[in-house]
């Protein structure tokens, strides 16, 4: 079956740091890719999403480029902040369906 | 423009109660999605729904919980008998339903702990 592994946490930063969290991915066919995120307290958001290779999703800030070939879509940022703390999931949909397999989830805390 | 609502946002329960978790989707979405999230787990599918009909139920624990979506508006979850180890963040996503690119959007959860 499908499957999304991305890199465990936490993640601890200094503000202004580059944020890379790795995510690659097991699945047939052409997936669509997504990253959410989940402030404390509150439900997931989407951050961004790429529906075709070679796509790049772009928010906040932040990117990923949706690589076929080698199944990823690792997501980055180039000056993080205190607001970017929270946890990030990578996650696949089917095109003949709309089920979501997340990641694990990775933790990003960014210290002032 | 209301987003996915769940009621209610906390529940505190004694084990063996029945527990009720409501959901309204954003108007308009016809795929429903009901989530759990602990640290042991992460974050589980139970069960989902296109145009009020389930769709796959498989990661449903046990027959202790049931849902429903009687309409278009309105979704339950249901644990009788709830148990300690339910205690977890429930979460309710609701999506347009087209071919696996749309964007799913999540309510803000209720936190339910079982005594």
């Known amino acids: 079956g499908d499957s999304v592994t991305q890199m465990e946490g936490p993640v601890t930063l200094s503000e202004e740091a580059f944020l890379t969290i790795n995510c690659t991915y097991t699945?047939?066919?052409?997936?669509?890719l997504f990253w959410y995120v989940q402030y404390p307290g509150e439900g997931l958001q989407l951050l961004l999403k790429?529906?075709?290779?070679?796509d790049k999703g772009s928010n906040k800030g932040f990117e990923a480029t949706y690589r076929k070939e080698t199944t990823s879509f690792h997501l980055e940022k180039g000056s993080v902040q205190v607001s970017d703390s929270a946890v990030y999931f990578c996650a696949l949909t089917q095109a003949a369906g709309n089920k979501l397999t997340f990641g694990g989830g990775t933790r990003v805390l960014v210290k002032p | 423009d209301a987003g996915v609502i769940q009621s209610p946002r906390h529940e505190v329960t004694e084990m063996g109660q029945e527990v009720t978790l409501r959901c309204k989707p954003i108007?308009?979405?016809?795929?429903l999605f009901w989530y759990r999230q602990t640290m042991m787990r992460g974050l589980e599918l139970l069960i989902y729904f296109n145009n009020n009909v389930p769709i796959d139920d498989s990661g449903m624990p046990e027959d202790r919980f049931s849902a429903k979506m009687p309409n278009a508006s309105f979704s339950t979850l249901k644990i009788q008998p709830s148990e300690p180890r339910d205690s977890a963040v429930y979460f309710c996503?609701?999506?347009?339903?087209?071919?696996?690119?749309?964007?799913?959007?999540f309510g803000p959860g209720t936190r339910l702990l079982v005594l």
């Open positions: 790429a529906t075709k290779a070679d």
């Open positions: 699945a047939t066919g052409y997936p669509s």
């Open positions: 996503a609701s999506s347009p339903l087209a071919g696996g690119r749309e964007t799913q959007y």
């Open positions: 108007s308009g979405h016809n795929s």
